[in-house]
């Protein structure tokens, strides 16, 4: 079993940037795919990037992708979410997510077990 925390969330204007961290305990978290969703309010849950546990492959969102960088360092047990040039359409709580072990790095939902508590991001015109 795997425990997610977020950190890092804030307010920032647009344009700006911000680096979310997830911190995770377990000790096969190195083999789940792990990744970060967000979700608005009154919107659904959606997908914004996914990174496999040896970090040899990445998948991003359309909407972040050339903005936002996902990355893990396995001998933290951390995964990080870098930012940049943020609208104000990026504005959700943003949660982190684990599959469990498996080589794929799913973009659906359900198919992450493992769930952080998540953490505000607010973007300003």
């Known amino acids: 079993q795997v425990q997610l925390v977020e950190s890092g969330g804030g307010l920032v204007q647009a344009g700006g940037s911000l680096r979310l961290s997830c911190a995770a305990s377990g000790r096969t978290f190195s083999v789940y795919s792990t990744g970060w969703f967000r979700q608005a309010p009154g919107k659904e849950r959606e997908f914004v990037a996914a990174i496999r546990g040896s970090g040899d492959f990445i998948v991003y969102a359309d909407s972040v992708k050339g903005r936002f960088s996902i990355s893990r360092d396995n001998t933290k047990n951390t995964v990080d979410l870098q930012m940049n040039t943020l609208k104000p359409e990026d504005t959700a709580v943003y949660y982190c997510?684990?599959?469990?072990?498996?080589?794929?790095?799913?973009?659906?939902?359900?198919?992450?077990?493992?769930w952080g508590q998540g953490t505000q991001v607010t973007v300003s015109s």
């Open positions: 997510a684990a599959t469990g072990p498996r080589l794929g790095v799913p973009k659906i939902a359900d198919e992450y077990h493992y």
